[in-house]
């Protein structure tokens, strides 16, 4: 066998390359128990990309208007706070923030039930440094959703 199969081609990868010599590794959400479209299956990585797209831009309209007396600079501290505000606010009481609303998108624990308070802090804190939301596993979880026992969703 040759290296580069085994290894894949670099525009494939790895995973093509397991998936060639007989690997099966099933759709994203088997291993958690969820179906593989529709409702209550995975969320999209873009989906949830835009979802976050569109509460930052809420969240940096309302410190501009609001918070920020016409200041740029000041705006974006305040942006970090109301992101995190609504966030766990959203989350821990409806299960989704507006963005997230908007496409049809929702956050679960694993079980299947709404996230607590807890879970939820832990999730948005997470999720403001940035890094852990952009390491994910094999099911497109980032590690906010990992430690917080997450997983968004669609509607």
Same mark, same amino acid.
């Given at each position: 066998?040759?290296?580069?199969?085994a290894l894949?081609?670099?525009l494939?990868?790895?995973?093509?390359?397991?998936e060639?010599?007989?690997?099966d590794f099933?759709y994203?959400?088997e291993?958690?128990?969820?179906?593989? @479209?529709?409702?209550?299956?995975?969320?999209?990585?873009?989906?949830?990309l835009v979802a976050l797209?569109? @509460?930052w831009?809420?969240c940096?309209?309302?410190?501009y208007g609001?918070?920020?007396h016409?200041?740029?600079?000041?705006? @974006?501290?305040w942006?970090?706070v109301?992101f995190?505000v609504?966030?766990?606010?959203?989350?821990?009481?409806l299960?989704t923030t507006?963005?997230?609303r908007l496409?049809?998108l929702? !956050?679960?624990?694993?079980?299947?039930?709404?996230a607590?308070?807890? &879970?939820v !802090?832990i999730r948005?804190?997470?999720?403001?440094l940035?890094? &852990?939301s952009?390491?994910?596993?094999r099911?497109t979880?980032?590690l906010?959703?990992?430690a917080?026992?997450? !997983?968004? !969703?669609?509607?």
């Amino acid at each position: 066998m040759d290296k580069r199969e085994a290894l894949g081609s670099w525009l494939q990868g790895p995973r093509a390359a397991a998936e060639q010599m007989g690997a099966d590794f099933g759709y994203r959400g088997e291993r958690l128990g969820l179906p593989k @479209d529709g409702p209550g299956s995975i969320a999209p990585v873009g989906r949830r990309l835009v979802a976050l797209f569109v @509460d930052w831009a809420l969240c940096l309209l309302i410190a501009y208007g609001l918070l920020s007396h016409g200041s740029a600079r000041a705006a @974006d501290n305040w942006t970090f706070v109301i992101f995190g505000v609504l966030s766990v606010l959203t989350l821990a009481t409806l299960g989704t923030t507006p963005g997230k609303r908007l496409l049809r998108l929702r !956050v679960i624990r694993l079980n299947g039930g709404r996230a607590g308070v807890l &879970p939820v !802090v832990i999730r948005t804190v997470l999720l403001l440094l940035v890094v &852990p939301s952009a390491v994910w596993d094999r099911d497109t979880r980032g590690l906010h959703d990992k430690a917080a026992g997450t !997983v968004e !969703v669609r509607m």
